[in-house]
T-cell receptor, first 111, second 112 residues
């Protein structure tokens, strides 16, 4: 049984560009959450998707948007990238409010 | 808003020694998670505690939630190099609504 998968593993972008990160949830899971983890910090909640809708959102600007597809996979989009967006982006999946399982993350570097 | 404070921030122990990591919340915890993270990698789920006084163990790792549900501890017995990494506590602030608030983590180094 494959766990949570994320792509790409690493990404380098320039300020002002746009980026799309992808996540496939663990089999049987229907809820996907995205987190941003800056170096030396704990993960910060960005938003959560359930039934293809954003169910709740953390304190992140509108430049951060997302989508969930009918197969429960999800995308995180970030527009107008800033240097401060450099971080490890983690995707987590769950079902019925049980334990969240995390993917390996995507390391985004903005130059 | 709920905040979690972990202590210590960093810990260096000799292989074979026991150690404890603490997590304190500013508000009552409805659910308390412990995760382990290798540097720059994803989080590995360790345990979830929900009831006051609850204690769970997995291999050499034991986690407890106090009766008031505002403090948790993670104890590792006879530490091994494989225990090295970052330990993160996380709280479900609204009773199982899937948003986890994390502490900043405790960095554990094991000396051979």
């Amino acid at each position: 049984d494959a766990g949570v998968t994320q792509s790409p593993t690493h990404l380098i972008k320039t300020r002002g560009q746009q980026v799309t990160l992808r996540c496939s949830p663990k089999s049987g899971h229907d809820t996907v959450s995205w987190y941003q983890q800056a170096l030396g910090q704990g993960p910060q909640f960005i938003f959560q998707y359930y039934e293809e809708e954003e169910r709740q959102r953390g304190n992140f600007p509108d430049r951060f948007s997302g989508h969930q597809f009918p197969n429960y996979s999800s995308e995180l989009n970030v527009n107008a990238l800033l240097l401060g967006d450099s971080a490890l982006y983690l995707c987590a999946s769950s079902r019925l409010s049980l334990e969240q399982y995390f993917g390996p993350g995507t390391r985004l570097t903005v130059t | 808003s709920q905040e979690l404070e972990q202590s210590p921030q960093s810990l260096i122990v000799q292989e074979g020694k026991n150690l404890t990591i603490n997590c304190t919340s500013s508000k009552t915890l409805y659910g308390l998670y412990w995760y382990k993270q290798k540097y720059g990698e994803g989080l590995i789920f360790l345990m979830m505690l929900q009831k006051g006084g609850e204690e769970k163990s997995h291999e050499k790792i034991t986690a407890k939630l106090d009766e008031k549900k505002q403090q948790s501890s993670l104890h590792i017995t006879a530490s091994q190099p494989s225990h090295a990494g970052i330990y993160l506590c996380g709280a479900d602030p609204m009773n199982r609504d899937d948003k986890i608030i994390f502490g900043k983590g405790t960095r554990l180094h094991i000396l051979p």
